[in-house]
């Protein structure tokens, strides 16, 4: 019987100017898995995230979630059909609550309505699902504070609950450890294996003792194709992708 794939690709590829950023990479992300995409800095990692969201258009290749073709929808609805991405500290305001954060954020989801000044007077109804999604993250002693005072740590476990707001059925994270300090790193690593119970988690991450806790499956990339594509045991074993690594 087929494994259970929530994202595939089949011969993905990104061409700039004749340069290929991502050439012919077919990928399968099972359902429920923490699955990693790594490599060398230039290997194409965040063009492929870009590809994955459709964010960036292909130049060849397909891209089917859950089974339908996405390769050529809108970034909007991709998001609205469960695969979203998440740890952009940009969508945090910082001038509004930590509470408001996660209200605002489940007003969208249900209203889908960007206009501020009507989500505030219904953003009552919101306050328990917000309280949930703070206390899933940690965050329920912060709820009143601004989300400008929160450390770093804290407002990328606040991104999270944003992101958890629109009830996400895969998650795409960018290099979630990046700019943490030591302390945040085995919170955020746990907050994120809580999260992925539930759902498929993607990242891109450079920390390979994090990828090494939290990942079922790794694929790395060169030069913008697949090298190699396993579980961590397999992958640190492998002599091209230590060869990738040291050479790279
Ligand atoms: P990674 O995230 O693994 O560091 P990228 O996906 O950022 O790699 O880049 C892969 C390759 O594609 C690099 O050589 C990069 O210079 C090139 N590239 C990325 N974006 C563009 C672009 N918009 N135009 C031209 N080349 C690009």
């Not at 999270?160 to 690593?189: K, S, V």
């Given at each position: 019987?087929?494994?259970?794939?929530i994202l595939?690709?089949?011969?993905?590829?990104?061409q700039?100017?004749?340069?290929?950023?991502?050439?012919?990479?077919?990928?399968s992300?099972?359902?429920?898995s923490i699955?990693?995409?790594?490599?060398?800095?230039?290997a194409?990692?965040?063009?492929?995230?870009n590809?994955?969201?459709?964010?960036?258009p292909?130049?060849?290749?397909r891209?089917?979630?859950?089974?339908?073709?996405?390769?050529?929808?809108?970034?909007?609805?991709?998001?609205?059909?469960?695969?979203?991405?998440s740890?952009?500290?940009?969508?945090?305001?910082?001038?509004?609550?930590?509470?408001?954060?996660?209200?605002?954020?489940?007003?969208r989801?249900?209203?889908?309505?960007?206009?501020?000044?009507?989500?505030?007077?219904?953003?009552?109804?919101?306050?328990?699902?917000?309280r949930?999604?703070?206390?899933?993250?940690?965050?329920?002693?912060?709820?009143?504070?601004?989300?400008?005072?929160l450390?770093?740590?804290?407002?990328?476990?606040?991104?999270l609950?944003t992101?958890l707001?629109?009830?996400?059925?895969m998650?795409?994270?960018?290099?979630?450890?990046?700019?943490?300090?030591?302390?945040?790193?085995?919170?955020?690593?746990?907050l994120?294996?809580?999260v992925?119970?539930?759902?498929?988690?993607?990242?891109?991450e450079?920390?390979?003792?994090?990828?090494?806790?939290?990942?079922?499956?790794?694929?790395?990339?060169?030069?913008?194709?697949?090298?190699?594509?396993?579980?961590?045991?397999?992958?640190?074993?492998?002599?091209?992708?230590?060869?990738?690594?040291?050479?790279?």
């Amino acid at each position: 019987m087929a494994e259970d794939v929530i994202l595939r690709t089949e011969g993905l590829s990104k061409q700039f100017m004749g340069f290929y950023a991502v050439r012919d990479v077919s990928l399968s992300i099972r359902r429920h898995s923490i699955h990693a995409l790594i490599g060398p800095n230039g290997a194409g990692k965040t063009t492929c995230f870009n590809l994955l969201t459709v964010s960036t258009p292909s130049t060849a290749g397909r891209i089917h979630y859950n089974g339908r073709d996405i390769t050529r929808r809108d970034p909007a609805s991709v998001a609205a059909s469960g695969m979203v991405r998440s740890f952009q500290i940009s969508a945090v305001f910082g001038q509004m609550t930590v509470l408001d954060n996660v209200r605002v954020a489940l007003q969208r989801r249900a209203g889908g309505s960007f206009a501020f000044w009507r989500s505030v007077r219904t953003l009552d109804r919101h306050t328990p699902r917000a309280r949930e999604l703070l206390a899933a993250v940690n965050l329920d002693r912060y709820a009143n504070e601004l989300a400008a005072n929160l450390s770093y740590g804290r407002k990328r476990a606040l991104e999270l609950a944003t992101t958890l707001a629109l009830d996400p059925e895969m998650i795409l994270l960018d290099e979630p450890m990046a700019g943490l300090g030591h302390e945040d790193i085995g919170p955020i690593t746990r907050l994120i294996a809580r999260v992925a119970q539930q759902r498929t988690v993607l990242m891109v991450e450079h920390n390979m003792k994090v990828v090494a806790e939290l990942c079922d499956r790794i694929t790395v990339l060169q030069s913008g194709e697949i090298l190699a594509e396993g579980n961590y045991d397999e992958i640190s074993s492998n002599a091209r992708v230590r060869e990738a690594y040291v050479g790279g």
